[in-house]
C-alpha cells in the first residue's frame, strides 16, 4: 500500500497508484501521547486511547511507501504530524533489538518502507539540517529500508506532492 501522510489538506492527481491511501491529519481527532504504554502492556499493540489515531498507525504499519507531508516547526514536525507519529508507538514492541549497533525496538509486523518526507514552510538552513537529522534518527525505528527529505515553501506542496505520486506510478 501506498500512504500519503499529512498535516493539511490536499488535491491528489486523477492518475496515479490506485492503492494511494491519503490521510489528513488536520480533518482527525487525535490526542497527544500520555506516556502511558499502555500499548506494551495492557493491550499490546493497540493503543489506549480511542480516537482516530487507532486508524491511522496501523495504516502507516502496513504501507510499503509513505509520503509524508507535514510544516517544519524549530528542526522538527509540526504538532500534528508530531502527535501521530509518536501516538505509532503501538507498531513497536517493549523490546530492544541491536540494530547497526544500536538499540531500536522490535518492530510488530511493520512493512519495510520506502519514504519521502515533505517539509515545508519558512525553514532556515540551521532548520533544515536538524530537521535532516531527526529523520535519519527516526528511520530506523520507523523501518525506513530507504528515505528522503524534500523542502520545499508552501505555495509548492500541491506541485511537489503530484511529482511523488507521479513517481510511484512510473515504478
Known sequence: MNLIL????????????????????????????????????KTPGKCVIRDDAVEVYPAIAASDR??????????????????????AIPVQQAFIRLFHGETHHVQRAVAPKQAVILAYGDISPREQQVFRRLVERNASNMNFESHRV?????????EAVKKEVEAWARS
Open 66 to 87: 509513505v509520503l509524508y507531508v507535514s510544516r517544519v516547526k524549530y528542526g522538527g514536525y509540526d504538532t500534528i504530524m508530531k502527535s501521530m507519529l509518536e501516538r
Open 150 to 158: 524534500v523542502f520545499v515553501p508552501e505555495h509548492e506542496v500541491e
Open 6 to 41: 499529512s498535516d493539511r489538506p490536499l488535491a491528489l492527481p486523477e492518475t496515479g497508484p490506485d492503492d494511494i491511501r491519503l490521510i489528513d491529519l488536520s480533518q482527525r481527532k487525535i490526542a497527544n501521547c500520555v506516556g502511558c504504554f499502555g500499548c506494551w502492556t
